[in-house]
């Protein structure tokens, strides 16, 4: 996972929306005696039009004029709430032109005028991540979603880049998801149900059963269902013959209730998202691809979105990856993996389109565009590093460089805490078997790592192995029948059978 790319421009929409009320009406929140004070007026006049400038795109100069009102003595004499408002958009703006500093002291200012108000702790943590202070960070989403009273305004990527920072620190990581779903936070307006599930295991893990039992009632889409069925610590919340916990009902449900509200919207958002990837679990790959034609032909002459409809966009184009790859049209599914990585370079999910598509590049036999890629990247997190390394040592094997396969090998096993189904891969390239097995049962033992594994080991609908993935293919599937293997399921889990797609994977 890496670190989330800031959605700023659309955090300062949402401080313009938010302040609109307040900020742009200076003359209606000054007292009496005031109206008649020329240099306050005046003043005034000043923050209408480096409002305006900002609502207008102009931010360079909006925050130059913020810059100028903010250190003036008569910001003191502004009504509370459009002090603090106010403070608030010129600190979103300097964090727009790349001034963390400057943003963190107006926004301090913003709480001094208006302790603990959501929006400007919500901007904070822009601020934070900006600066690497992720503990910051989490402290002021916590106490921006503890004090709203709607939905905090931050994106998904953003809370699942916080929580996942928390991983040795399960007490504050509940307490952060739990404000959060108190909140009716819904992130990008899609109910979060992967955080939810995060929150549930903690809660059982902790012994707060009532809690878990609520959050697992806001739990509705199908691959979160298969895993609250495959793990035995929610057996007395999962009643698996109950049609609310039957994975291919609550897949048809979910992808009826989005096919009627993306009808309703028409927009590239994270509902249209959202359905793409449920078609995918029930197998609508065709339609998958008729569905996305238009989108390709657009991305292909040229003609991508920007902002947050860029994002989505590459989701779905990943998903017709996917689609094309199940249909056999190997070419035509590069050639998508290329146009997701092109429209998602510069989103927030870059690392993992690119990523993706070095792996679909290294198994169709284009080893060394697949490595030029991988040499581009930076910014990595543990996860991304030992992923990139995976694909290294198996072009090392394939040309011959123990060199480079031994330091490849070297960096996957230091990263084998932060990925562990990562280090597995490498044990199963290998073909040492005893190792593989006993990193599985290692995932199936831990709290934290179980819910992947049980969800990778469920049988489901795949596709055909390519050449390059027959050998791991057929490990993985005499791994996951060895008796050790099969008696550490048991203690912790189970498998079943799903009639529905495992997403990405030929296993």
Do not use: C
Not at 91 to 117: E, H, I, K, S
Not at 430 to 438: F, K, L, N
């Amino acid at each position: 996972m890496s670190r989330p790319t800031l959605p700023l421009a659309a955090l300062l929409l949402t401080v313009l929306a938010a302040a609109s009320a307040h900020a742009v009406e200076p003359h209606s929140q000054a007292p009496a005696q005031d109206i008649a004070d020329t240099p306050f007026s005046a003043y005034q006049q000043r923050w209408e039009s480096a409002l305006m400038m900002a609502g207008s795109g102009n931010m360079l100069g909006a925050m130059i004029a913020f810059e100028r009102l903010m250190d003036d003595p008569l910001f003191a004499r502004l009504e509370p709430a459009v002090r603090g408002r106010n403070a608030q958009i010129a600190g979103a703006t300097a964090l727009m032109q790349d001034a963390p500093g400057v943003a963190r002291r107006y926004l301090q200012q913003a709480l001094t005028a208006l302790p603990n108000d959501p929006a400007t702790l919500a901007t904070l943590v822009s601020v934070e991540l900006a600066e690497d202070n992720t503990a910051a960070a989490t402290l002021h989403l916590l106490q921006a979603a503890t004090h709203a009273d709607a939905p905090v305004q931050v994106d998904t990527q953003t809370v699942s880049y916080l929580q996942y920072t928390l991983r040795a620190q399960p007490a504050q990581r509940m307490a952060l998801l739990k404000s959060l779903f108190d909140n009716q936070w819904t992130g990008d307006g899609v109910e979060p149900t992967g955080l939810w599930l995060v929150l549930a295991t903690l809660q059982v893990e902790h012994g707060h059963s009532a809690e878990a039992a609520a959050t697992i009632a806001r739990i509705d889409t199908p691959l979160e269902v298969i895993a609250l069925r495959s793990d035995k610590r929610f057996d007395r919340y999962v009643d698996r013959r109950d049609p609310r916990f039957d994975p291919q009902q609550v897949a048809q449900r979910k992808l009826d209730d989005l096919r009627v509200s993306g009808l309703l919207d028409r927009r590239l958002n994270a509902k249209l998202a959202a359905f793409g990837f449920i078609q995918l679990m029930v197998g609508e790959n065709e339609q998958i691809v008729q569905f996305t034609d238009d989108m390709a032909r657009m991305v292909s002459a040229g003609q991508r979105p920007a902002g947050e409809e860029a994002t989505w966009l590459a989701w779905l184009l990943d998903y017709r990856t996917l689609a094309l790859r199940r249909l056999d049209r190997i070419d035509d599914s590069v050639a998508a993996a290329r146009l997701t990585d092109a429209v998602g370079a510069l989103g927030p999910d870059a690392a993992e389109h690119r990523m993706n598509l070095a792996f679909m590049l290294s198994a169709t036999g284009h080893e060394r565009e697949s490595d030029t890629l991988l040499a581009g990247m930076d910014g990595l997190s543990p996860f991304g590093l030992a992923a990139r390394a995976y694909l290294t040592f198996v072009h090392a094997r394939e040309n011959n460089d123990p060199a480079a396969a031994a330091a490849a090998r070297a960096e996957i096993v230091s990263h084998r805490k932060d990925a562990p189904q990562i280090h597995m891969e490498l044990l199963i390239e290998e073909g040492d078997m005893e190792a593989a097995a006993a990193a599985l049962i290692s995932q199936l033992e831990s709290a934290e790592d179980r819910t992947d594994a049980l969800l990778s080991l469920q049988d489901m609908r795949v596709y055909p192995s390519l050449p390059a993935e027959r050998v791991a293919d057929e490990r993985w599937r005499e791994l996951k029948q060895r008796a050790d293997v099969r008696a550490a399921i048991n203690r912790v889990g189970r498998i079943e059978r799903y009639p529905l797609y495992s997403i990405s994977t030929s296993r």
